[in-house]
């Protein structure tokens, strides 16, 4: 269990959560995350990663929980086709357990469509009370694989993806059919695929001028009433610990990323055809680095680049842009630059020996098994797993006296929002105003309450946005 004071505390989590979000001083922009934040993945959502969360598993404590979500603002009743996983691209969730920015471990989703029939629109033609059921017309199957240097492991064959939520008319009890979506893991664990509940809650108005310059005007959740499509895994800790060994190695980074084939040939049905290898097209570790810590010009590039090579983009944290904009539009001072606290917490995690954030957190320079000369500074979103759930989980996690949460890994009731805007307006910083302690987007918890078992994520909703 690591060890702090109230201060470090406040320290660990404010460091940590500014260098995924330093250039958001603003309540919403601080998780938004990557819903639709480069111009590529924006016109492809299959491609698009919205979000990564990981922790130890509150009611399997000696078990990790990996969730990435893909596809951002799903709208419920969204037919005829609604909204599978894309079947000619590589959904993957890495794992760096000894801090050279490359993955030790990949388990990379691959899909395959399969129709009952494509002599109909519809994608189910009754009611659907099972996945295997005939009346399902349009399934999704999927091939996970385990990926280490020392090649591919086929973890599983033929697994099924739980339906898109039609309504309640077509499937009266969705939550049997993502039940069963559940499937265990050789050798230990289980993982999911399929739709759920966006579980990311915040105030999406940042964009329009930062609240249009009143602070009064938030507490609406943008994303409530929205789905995404959610990989979910869970394993043992010695599986993602370096050597096995996670007593003492117990840190590790995650990201997920997208990949797709490099050359697409498009004949005269309007077939797509693919091939020439996979390249990388979306990534994402913490959050809203795409969005508001990389330019319009460079959030491509950093889509398609690998953790290792991040040191090309070190200047945009050092120098953020919002603080600058919110000094701008709400007279907050902006605090003095480079941001070199940031670039800790950011590229490499907290660790005494890492730079002036002098608390040992989640680096996995703390690995004792890790060569620091190996060390490679990289954007990743990591977790310390020795830390066990709280039993009193506290939204504002370490900011809020809470090891087990943000920026400790991220648990999905995490509200990061608040803790990162009171991060980027200086909490961290010595002499900070005290108005800067209370800020937040007034929206402090999912519209949906999250299940207590795995994969923990909410049922899909069922209601039209537009109806909520």
Not at 24 to 46: D, K
């Amino acid at each position: 269990m690591l060890q702090r004071s109230s201060r470090t505390a406040l320290g660990i989590a404010a460091a940590l959560t500014a260098a995924a979000c330093v250039a958001s001083l603003a309540p919403a922009v601080t998780q938004a995350s990557s819903h639709r934040e480069a111009p590529l993945v924006a016109g492809e959502p299959q491609l698009d990663n919205t979000d990564v969360y990981a922790f130890v598993s509150p009611d399997a404590p000696n078990t990790v929980t990996m969730l990435a979500n893909w596809v951002p603002f799903e709208e419920p009743n969204g037919g005829p086709n609604f909204y599978p996983f894309a079947s000619d691209a590589a959904y993957d969730i890495n794992i760096d357990n000894d801090g050279d920015a490359r993955a030790d471990l990949i388990y990379r989703w691959t899909f395959t469509d399969n129709y009952r029939s494509k002599n109909t629109f519809l994608y189910n033609t009754g009611v659907v009370t099972t996945l295997d059921d005939p009346d399902l017309n349009y399934r999704q199957t999927y091939k996970l694989e385990a990926i280490t240097e020392s090649g591919s492991t086929t973890l599983i064959n033929n697994g099924r993806v739980a339906p898109s939520r039609v309504g309640n008319a077509s499937m009266p009890n969705y939550a049997s059919l993502a039940n069963a979506a559940i499937t265990p893991l050789p050798g230990g664990g289980q993982t999911f695929a399929g739709q759920a509940d966006d579980p990311f809650f915040l105030d999406l108005r940042i964009f329009d001028l930062l609240y249009g310059g009143d602070f009064s005007e938030v507490g609406q959740d943008t994303v409530g009433g929205y789905n995404a499509n959610t990989l979910a895994i869970q394993v043992p800790k010695s599986v993602l610990a370096l050597g096995g060994d996670a007593t003492r190695n117990p840190v590790v980074g995650v990201w997920s990323t997208t990949s797709r084939q490099r050359i697409e040939v498009v004949d005269t049905l309007n077939n797509r055809n693919r091939y020439g290898g996979w390249q990388q097209v979306s990534r994402l570790g913490m959050p809203l680095v795409n969005e508001v810590v990389i330019p319009v010009g460079r959030k491509d590039e950093f889509n398609a680049t690998a953790p290792r090579n991040d040191g090309k983009f070190a200047q945009f944290v050092t120098n953020p842009e919002v603080p600058r904009l919110v000094e701008a539009i709400y007279k907050i001072p902006a605090p003095a630059t480079p941001r070199q606290d940031l670039v800790e917490v950011f590229l490499t995690g907290l660790c005494k020996a890492c730079g002036p954030v002098a608390v040992d957190l989640n680096s996995q320079r703390l690995n004792r098994d890790v060569d620091p000369a190996t060390f490679v500074p990289s954007e990743q979103l990591r977790l310390n797993m020795s830390v066990p759930p709280s039993a009193t989980p506290n939204r504002l996690g370490v900011l809020g006296g809470d090891n087990a949460g943000f920026p400790n890994g991220r648990r999905l009731a995490d509200d990061v929002t608040d803790v990162t805007l009171r991060v980027a307006e200086g909490v961290l910083l010595p002499n900070h105003p005290a108005a800067v302690d209370g800020l937040g987007d007034a929206v402090d918890t999912n519209a949906r309450a999250f299940r207590g078992t795995f994969p923990y994520v909410a049922l899909p909703n069922v209601i039209a946005v537009n109806q909520n």
